[in-house]
């Protein structure tokens, strides 16, 4: 079975740093591209951004709001994804899933974490 | 970046109904689009994929369509389990984007 556990969220001060993690399991990790995605309260879903998997480069995404400011990383030791987020903003203040992309014709978000709050306070 | 539109936002219906909730592109996006329900304080699910391939283990009541920029997700015979809110996404080109999302309420 699929499951992508997240975890690292909470309240932080605007201006700090957050790391959250993605543990995975139940399929092969090494060929799994997975995305960030957040929802802020109320809102509808917002990409963040993904990394490839290690045989595809391992390289990133991001979307315009985050970049610079979050990256998005992977150890193939311990199946898990990772979301460092710097320079936290008001508007960073969502919950945050983890997904894996896959792809059948198209792209897709096919399995997703249960997702972790993060609530940037001033 | 792709806009995706959906209407109407939120929908009313009774259990047995047949819903259709539409998903436009800024522009065209081929067959390049995803429908996800999402239920309150849960992730969300992947419906539909490809405009309208039907995910494994999703009920033949869900049902998609189009191309382009216009796309409609239909259920057919809305069961109670179907209240949740349901959300387009574009993969024809990163970043990924997604509609405002269409709630659908018990009338």
């Known amino acids: 079975e699929v499951q992508l556990v997240e975890s690292g969220g909470g309240l932080i001060k605007t201006g700090g740093s957050l790391r959250l993690s993605c543990a995975a399991s139940?399929?092969?990790?090494?060929?799994?591209?997975v995305s960030w995605v957040r929802q802020a309260p109320g809102k509808g879903l917002e990409w963040v951004g993904r990394i490839r998997s290690k045989t595809d480069g391992g390289t990133t995404d991001y979307a315009a709001p985050v970049k610079g400011r979050f990256t998005v990383s992977r150890d193939e030791s311990k199946n898990t994804v990772y979301l460092q987020m710097n320079s936290l903003k008001t508007e960073d203040t969502a919950v945050y899933y983890c997904s894996t992309e896959g792809f059948n014709y198209v792209w897709y978000f096919d399995f997703w974490g249960q997702g972790s709050p993060v609530t940037v306070s001033s | 970046d792709i806009q995706m539109t959906q209407s109407p936002s939120s929908l009313s219906a009774s259990v047995g109904d047949r819903v259709t909730i539409t998903c436009r592109a800024r522009?065209?996006?081929?067959?390049?689009l995803n429908w996800y329900q999402q239920k309150p304080g849960k992730a969300p699910k992947l419906l539909i994929y490809?405009?309208?391939s039907l995910q494994n283990g999703v009920p033949a009541r869900f049902s998609g369509s189009g191309s382009g920029t216009d796309f409609t997700l239909t259920i057919n015979s809305l069961q109670p389990e179907d209240f949740a809110t349901y959300s387009c996404?574009?993969?024809?080109?990163?970043?990924?984007?997604f509609g405002q999302g269409t709630k659908v309420e018990i009338k």
């Open positions: 490809a405009a309208s």
């Open positions: 522009q065209n996006i081929n067959r390049n």
């Open positions: 139940g399929f092969t990790f090494t060929y799994a591209w």
């Open positions: 996404q574009q993969s024809y080109s990163t970043p990924w984007t």
